[in-house]
Protein backbone atom coordinates (compact mmCIF):
# COMPACT_ATOMS: atom_id res chain seq x y z
CA UNK A 1 0.00 0.00 0.00
CA UNK A 2 2.87 2.45 0.39
CA UNK A 3 4.13 2.47 -2.76
CA UNK A 4 0.94 4.15 -3.82
CA UNK A 5 2.11 7.36 -1.93
CA UNK A 6 4.70 9.80 -2.62
CA UNK A 7 6.47 13.11 -1.20
CA UNK A 8 6.59 15.96 -3.82
CA UNK A 9 9.11 18.51 -2.53
CA UNK A 10 9.31 21.64 -4.02
CA UNK A 11 11.17 25.11 -3.75
CA UNK A 12 9.77 29.04 -4.61
CA UNK A 13 11.01 32.18 -3.10
CA UNK A 14 10.28 33.28 0.10
CA UNK A 15 8.83 36.55 -0.73
CA UNK A 16 5.72 34.52 -2.48
CA UNK A 17 2.63 33.39 -0.72
CA UNK A 18 4.03 29.85 -0.77
CA UNK A 19 0.78 29.55 1.65
CA UNK A 20 -1.33 30.24 -1.43
CA UNK A 21 0.09 27.70 -2.84
CA UNK A 22 -0.41 24.89 -0.39
CA UNK A 23 -4.00 25.58 -0.08
CA UNK A 24 -4.95 25.67 -3.67
CA UNK A 25 -3.53 22.11 -3.85
CA UNK A 26 -5.39 21.40 -0.79
CA UNK A 27 -8.57 22.68 -1.59
CA UNK A 28 -8.18 21.30 -5.27
CA UNK A 29 -7.65 17.57 -3.50
CA UNK A 30 -4.33 17.15 -5.39
CA UNK A 31 -2.70 16.71 -2.01
CA UNK A 32 -3.39 15.47 1.71
CA UNK A 33 -0.92 17.42 3.45
CA UNK A 34 1.60 20.47 2.32
CA UNK A 35 4.50 21.57 4.96
CA UNK A 36 5.76 24.73 4.11
CA UNK A 37 9.45 25.24 6.24
CA UNK A 38 10.72 28.09 7.24
CA UNK A 39 13.01 30.57 5.06
CA UNK A 40 16.40 29.15 3.68
CA UNK A 41 19.49 30.05 1.52
CA UNK A 42 19.45 28.14 -1.56
CA UNK A 43 22.59 28.57 -3.53
CA UNK A 44 22.49 27.24 -7.17
CA UNK A 45 24.02 27.32 -10.73
CA UNK A 46 21.49 29.40 -12.93
CA UNK A 47 21.86 30.42 -16.90
CA UNK A 48 25.81 29.39 -16.47
CA UNK A 49 25.82 31.60 -13.58
CA UNK A 50 26.09 30.59 -9.54
CA UNK A 51 22.84 32.26 -7.66
CA UNK A 52 21.71 32.73 -4.08
CA UNK A 53 17.79 33.41 -3.25
CA UNK A 54 16.12 33.25 0.20
CA UNK A 55 13.60 30.39 -0.43
CA UNK A 56 11.09 28.05 1.50
CA UNK A 57 11.31 24.43 0.37
CA UNK A 58 7.53 22.90 0.38
CA UNK A 59 6.84 19.31 1.42
CA UNK A 60 3.55 17.65 -0.47
CA UNK A 61 2.36 14.41 0.30
CA UNK A 62 -0.38 12.91 -2.54
CA UNK A 63 -1.07 9.75 -4.17
CA UNK A 64 1.02 8.33 -6.84
CA UNK A 65 -1.99 8.65 -8.85
CA UNK A 66 -2.01 12.47 -8.95
CA UNK A 67 1.31 13.32 -9.25
CA UNK A 68 0.25 14.21 -12.98
CA UNK A 69 -2.45 16.40 -12.13
CA UNK A 70 -0.31 18.20 -9.19
CA UNK A 71 2.57 18.61 -11.82
CA UNK A 72 0.83 20.23 -14.25
CA UNK A 73 -1.60 22.67 -11.83
CA UNK A 74 1.91 23.44 -10.11
CA UNK A 75 3.58 24.56 -12.76
CA UNK A 76 0.54 27.06 -13.86
CA UNK A 77 0.72 28.14 -9.74
CA UNK A 78 4.57 28.51 -9.65
CA UNK A 79 6.24 31.49 -10.27
CA UNK A 80 9.82 29.91 -11.45
CA UNK A 81 10.45 29.00 -14.98
CA UNK A 82 11.93 25.91 -14.26
CA UNK A 83 9.96 24.88 -10.52
CA UNK A 84 11.58 22.00 -8.56
CA UNK A 85 9.43 18.96 -8.92
CA UNK A 86 10.72 16.01 -7.87
CA UNK A 87 8.85 12.67 -6.25
CA UNK A 88 9.73 10.74 -3.81
CA UNK A 89 8.79 6.98 -2.96
CA UNK A 90 6.68 6.45 0.49
CA UNK A 91 8.18 3.01 0.58
CA UNK A 92 6.53 2.34 4.37
CA UNK A 93 4.34 4.27 6.59
CA UNK A 94 1.63 3.85 9.30
CA UNK A 95 -1.51 1.96 7.62
CA UNK A 96 -3.66 5.13 8.93
CA UNK A 97 -1.70 7.72 7.75
CA UNK A 98 -1.81 6.10 4.27
CA UNK A 99 -5.04 5.96 4.60
CA UNK A 100 -5.41 9.13 5.47
CA UNK A 101 -3.97 10.53 2.13
CA UNK A 102 -5.50 8.39 0.12
CA UNK A 103 -8.75 9.83 2.17
CA UNK A 104 -7.30 13.54 1.04
CA UNK A 105 -6.37 13.30 -2.65
CA UNK A 106 -9.05 12.59 -5.57
CA UNK A 107 -8.46 9.62 -7.96
Known amino acids: MADEYVIVLTTMAGDVDVEALART ?16 RSIYRWKGQVEEAHERQVVIKTSRAS ?3 LRDRLHELHPYDVPEFL ?3 IVD ?4 YLKWIADSVRT
Open 87 to 89: VLP
Open 93 to 96: GSER
Open 67 to 69: VSA
Open 25 to 40: IVVEQLAACVNVLPPM
